[in-house]
């Protein structure tokens, strides 16, 4: 029989456990508490919105998360992404405004596709894994009676081959991944149809995210892709719009490509290599004249070797071409030899550039590779070789250890003259003896060869002197390795230093002295020698990845060169219009996140959009193409303002909503008469009071005004966006703010589910609530930087959130039984003072999404606050009034964050409605002077802490007296004096202030106390950045007496004393004076005995 489900199994196993072992009473009790919440929530449709007839659409708040992709489960990683969004709408909605965050499912692209691809295949093996095991059971069989007819043999040469099945054993595949994602073993073989993913996971997203209890309108919910008739149309239309507005162009473009799908992979097709883009060489043909008898075969064929470049320019100054000779470790390697799409031509190259070169038309056919042999690295070295633009000729093949065969063409160009790397390397050959013959490199291949300068640059030292003029040189690679003491090519981090001075130099400011182009700047020499180049044949254009690309079909990629559709990125028009708008028009919400956006535009060119196959939308106007995943989601926002007017019911759009539209009529003026604001079509089939609704419900929601994400979407989707909203939609229609964050860890380690270190968002939610999970979730971080999820907090915060359950029912029913009357206790108006406090600096928090300070001020310090309270007020206990005030607060303070936590407390309040339909506490102004009252309170005790603490030390002490200093001295007032005037004066307090001022004439009559009044400027220094221009204040504006006096009681149980005597400074021994730090306003001084 097959195995029950994993969600079942996990289920029993805390049942099991929390019979044997620890409770989950706590938890239970807040997912009793989630289910009742959310049961309410979806029997108001509390978050169904519909733009209101007549409202300002200034007082909405319309946010949208980049739609998860529909190959799995939702995860903890999506999750935290999300919580951002979520966050911001229960905030938004009890500041008052009329919030809306739709939910779409991403299905278009490879993603799917391959994983049904590979489903398919994994089956295919499983089935011949059976065929294989039968096989290896005959040949064991077989085996035996060969060794019962031969007898043993010599164990030390018996060898074994893996068959197919002992190969695969042990790997994970398609078939285990959806197992472990609880999909029944029954439905896993329907998951070799793409299709059926976009059928199973959509609906199972929805009932985790309910879980959790995100405030989502589910009726503007749907997939992508041409299963949706609708959104298809809709992305149609926007293709015609970009085309229309010259944005998309046609021609064969460089892209990273997957060999096995036959078509370009680009960020979100990819297992790993996302970001990764292709880099373009110049690969210089430089043709041996002489084969070695290792390449004889060739004899009759012009053989090159083919050096990849990024500068051409500096051919000139080519001494010798590098090979590596082995791998760092000693072992083999090896070149291949491969015929080009120039005829009788061979070159000699790396595997991994050979296949690049065969998808760029390098090679005698598209995609394909001939190699007509191998040689050894070791054979290179010490071929002729004749190279275009230098003077020497010929120059060899020598050895280079540092070469790597993943980059370029496993041949590397020397110019020693420009290239740090090379001219160490040509010194240390030369130099060497013992060098050279380790390699066989005869003298008469390095020792003539002298550096050859070809361009001229201005160097200055890093150690030299600020304003002194550069020298001129040619031969910045020598002066840089000197500058540097670059004693060996084993120098890699010297050298990296010399290699980024001399390339930056060499390519802005350094010009050409040397060739055709002299006197021209290297900027623009450079595309005119790679042009002359590649028109006189003596040299390719060639790109390859950047860094390793994977696709999800599971090859490596390549770069190739292919006819294709393209958006413009990068236009110059176009680029300052978007950068425009995020410099003036987008709140990012952190430096970091302007940042990336500023840099993603200043790289960012041509994409293409169209694939070959996959799911998605046809190209309109030329379905041999399916618009690419990163392409067809970039405005889908704005579907989402009448999504629920289309379609209903399934995510598809099988089921035509309440306009009862057909998607045949949804012609591109139909969309231009809801969007643009076009003509209403003569010929339109749909009625126009439908039409109206759908104009009425974008123009209301839009534009976005939070569009949550993670950072790694900056580079691609985040930017499209902005793009394309700039194009097709006018200005008062584009984005108003992004905010972006990290990745999230998992108990400080990345999440993987190949380590286990891996939690699913429905996992989550069973093991902590949605409450704890969202917690924990909020205090992971809020920053770029990477956050972290913690068990330990998300465990925490249940015993935190059922502790204050508890206090909120105990506090309840015994209101009637505390203190009540005015509220005039110093306690109770300090209690007061806090809780505005809190309420203000949580709001400024949310505002900003810092939600991490948001439950720092709105929790932790609300709850300290309180907790100090009920300790301060002891036997006369806390007022009601407050106690209720409280519970309300924070109830609403931490609702955005702990929803189901809040509803449940506002309810208990007696509250009829939803909390959902509450306001952000409505609090006066703080007041300032009783924070002052009370930071005085705080400090105060924390120092007579710690002066009892240091006292006990020597001897148990029980009793106290306090001194209080109603004014200060008169060194101490003409000191403050001084200080306050120079802060007035906005001048600072540097060394020639401090030391001026035991010189100035205000304190000449204060000589006897200089030993005392220099230090005490430099506390009251320290103490005016901390409180600004009150530290120089001469009386502090309360009663210090009282305040403590108020609060004897809870003093004397803080420091464990029996008396606390308040007494005015100064003692009247003169012997205690002496021994006591002098007490000042807001600085008592203490005697202990």
Not at 925 to 954: C, G, H, I, P, W
Not at 992 to 1016: C, E, I, N, Q, Y
Request: aromatic content about 10%; charged content about 25%; overall charge negative.
């Amino acid at each position: 029989c097959n195995p029950p489900p994993l969600g079942r199994l996990v289920a029993a196993a805390i049942m099991a456990t929390e019979s044997k072992g620890p409770s989950f009473a706590r938890r239970d009790k807040l997912i009793e508490i989630q289910k009742k919440a959310q049961e309410r929530w979806d029997k108001e449709k509390c978050f169904e919105q519909d733009a209101p007839a007549g409202v300002d659409a200034k007082n909405k708040h319309f946010v949208t998360f980049p739609y998860p992709y529909m190959n799995g489960m939702l995860h903890l990683g999506h999750t935290f992404s999300l919580s951002k969004t979520e966050f911001s709408m229960g905030y938004e909605r009890l500041k008052g405004k009329h919030t809306l965050w739709p939910f779409g499912f991403h299905c278009t692209g490879m993603p799917i596709q391959a994983a049904a691809d590979n489903l398919r295949r994994d089956i295919i093996n499983m089935y011949q894994d059976l065929y294989d095991k039968e096989d290896e059971k005959v040949e064991e069989e077989k085996k035996v009676e060969e060794e019962v007819d031969l007898g043993p043999t010599d164990p030390t040469k018996r060898a074994g081959k893996k068959t197919k099945a002992a190969a695969k054993k042990g790997k994970g595949n398609s078939w285990q991944i959806l197992e472990a994602s609880d999909v029944p073993r029954e439905l896993v073989p329907k998951f070799v149809d793409p299709e059926f993913w976009l059928q199973y996971f959509p609906p199972i997203a929805k009932d985790d995210l309910n879980e959790m209890g995100v405030k989502v309108d589910w009726r503007r919910s749907f997939i992508t892709t041409s299963v949706n008739p609708y959104y298809d149309s809709f992305i149609q239309w926007q293709f015609h719009k970009l085309r229309k507005l010259e944005k998309v162009s046609f021609g064969k473009r460089y892209s990273v490509y997957s060999p096995i799908d036959n078509q370009i992979c680009a960020d979100h097709d990819r297992a790993s290599g996302e970001g990764v883009t292709p880099q373009e060489y110049v690969l210089i043909k430089m043709e041996v004249l002489e084969l070695p008898p290792c390449l004889s075969q060739l004899q009759g064929k012009k053989v090159v070797l083919l050096a990849a470049t990024l500068r051409p320019e500096t051919m000139y100054g080519q001494t010798n071409c590098w090979v590596l000779p082995h791998e760092k470790d000693g072992g083999e390697v090896f070149y291949g030899c491969y015929e080009t799409s120039t005829p009788n031509e061979v070159a000699i190259i790396g595997e991994r550039a050979a296949q690049n070169m065969a998808f760029q038309g390098l090679s005698p056919a598209f995609g394909e590779v001939k190699e007509l042999c191998k040689v050894n690295g070791r054979d290179l070295v010490g071929l002729p070789l004749k190279s275009p633009l230098t003077s020497l000729c010929p120059i060899y093949t020598l050895p280079m250890l540092t070469i790597s065969m993943k980059k370029g063409t496993g041949v590397v160009t020397s110019v020693p003259s420009d290239a740090p790397d090379d001219w160490i390397a040509l010194m240390d050959l030369k130099k060497k003896a013992p060098l050279r013959e380790k390699y066989g490199v005869k003298d008469e291949w390095v020792l003539p060869f002298e550096v050859i300068p070809i361009i001229e640059i201005p160097y200055r030292k890093d150690n030299a002197p600020e304003g002194s003029e550069p020298e001129m040189t040619a031969l910045a690679a020598q002066v840089a390795c000197e500058e540097y003491k670059v004693a060996s090519q084993n120098d890699r981090e010297k050298l990296a230093l010399a290699k980024a001075k001399t390339y930056k130099l060499g390519f802005y400011e350094g010009k050409m002295n040397l060739g055709e182009y002299k006197g021209l700047s290297v900027q623009d020499a450079k595309p005119k020698v790679k042009a002359a180049m590649i028109a006189s044949g003596d040299a390719y254009a060639y790109a390859e990845p950047e860094k390793e690309v994977w696709s999800r079909s599971g090859n490596e990629c390549v770069v190739a060169l292919t006819d294709q559709w393209y958006l413009k990125y990068g236009e110059e028009e176009w680029r300052k219009q978007v950068e425009n708008h995020l410099k003036t028009g987008v709140e990012c919400y952190s430096a970091d996140t302007r940042s990336k956006f500023e840099n993603a535009l200043s790289w960012l060119g041509e994409w293409g959009c169209s694939r070959s196959f996959g799911l998605g939308t046809l190209l309109p106007w030329d379905k041999q193409f399916v618009i690419e995943s990163l392409s067809d989601s970039t405005i889908y926002m704005a579907y989402y303002t009448f999504c629920h007017i289309l379609q209903q019911g399934p995510f598809d759009g099988s089921v035509p909503g309440p306009g009862n539209i057909a998607p045949k009529d949804l012609t591109e003026e139909v969309w231009d008469y809801v969007l643009l604001d076009g003509k209403l079509p003569a010929d339109c089939k749909v009625p126009v009071e439908v039409l109206d609704k759908m104009k009425a419900e974008f123009n209301y929601w839009y534009p976005v005004d939070l569009r949550v994400s993670g950072k790694d979407l900056i580079q691609n989707h985040l930017t499209f966006f902005l793009y394309n909203h700039t194009a097709i939609f006018p200005e008062d229609k584009w984005p108003k703010s992004m905010r972006t964050n990290g990745h999230v860890l998992l108990n400080g380690e990345k999440m993987s589910k190949s380590t286990g270190n891996f939690k699913t968002l429905k996992q989550a939610i069973a093991e902590y609530s949605a409450d704890g999970m969202r917690f924990a979730l909020a205090l992971s971080g809020d920053g770029n930087e990477d956050a972290n999820f913690e068990h330990d907090v998300a465990n925490a915060a249940i015993l935190k959130l059922t502790n204050e359950l508890q206090f909120v029912e105990k506090s309840l029913a015994g209101l009637d039984a505390m203190r009540g009357g005015g509220i005039d206790l110093f306690i109770d108006k300090i209690f007061d003072n806090e809780m505005k406090r809190y309420v203000r600096s949580t709001d400024e928090c949310y505002a900003k999404m810092n939600y991490r300070d948001a439950m720092i001020e709105g929790w932790d310090k609300m709850q300290n606050a309180r907790d100090k309270y009920r300790a301060m007020a002891g036997a006369a206990g806390m007022h009601k009034d407050l106690v209720q005030r409280f519970i309300e607060y924070q109830a609403l303070l931490i609702c955005p964050i702990c929803p189901h936590f809040s509803e449940h407390v506002w309810a208990e309040l007696g509250n009829k409605e939803s909390v959902m339909d509450a306001k952000w506490p409505s609090v006066g102004e703080v007041d300032q002077l009783l924070l002052r009252m009370n930071t005085y309170f705080d400090k105060t005790l924390s120092d007579l802490r710690s002066k009892v603490e240091k006292a006990n030390t020597k001897n148990k002490v029980t009793k106290a007296t306090v001194y209080i200093a109603e004014g200060f001295l008169d060194w101490q007032q003409a000191t403050l004096n001084l200080l306050k005037e120079n802060a007035e004066a906005g001048k600072p307090f540097d060394a020639a202030f401090k030391k001026g001022l035991t010189a100035s004439p205000a304190l000449a009559p204060f000589k006897s106390a200089m030993k005392m009044l220099m230090p005490f400027a430099a506390f009251t220094i320290d103490d005016y950045a901390v409180r600004g221009i009150e530290a120089f204040e001469l009386k502090v504006p309360y009663d210090e007496e009282k305040i403590l006096m108020d609060s004897l009681d809870y003093v004397k149980g803080e420091l464990n004393l029996t008396e606390i005597i308040i007494n005015k400074w100064p003692p009247t021994d003169e012997a205690v004076a002496k021994k006591l730090q002098p007490a000042t306003p807001g600085k008592p001084a203490v005697q202990f005995s």
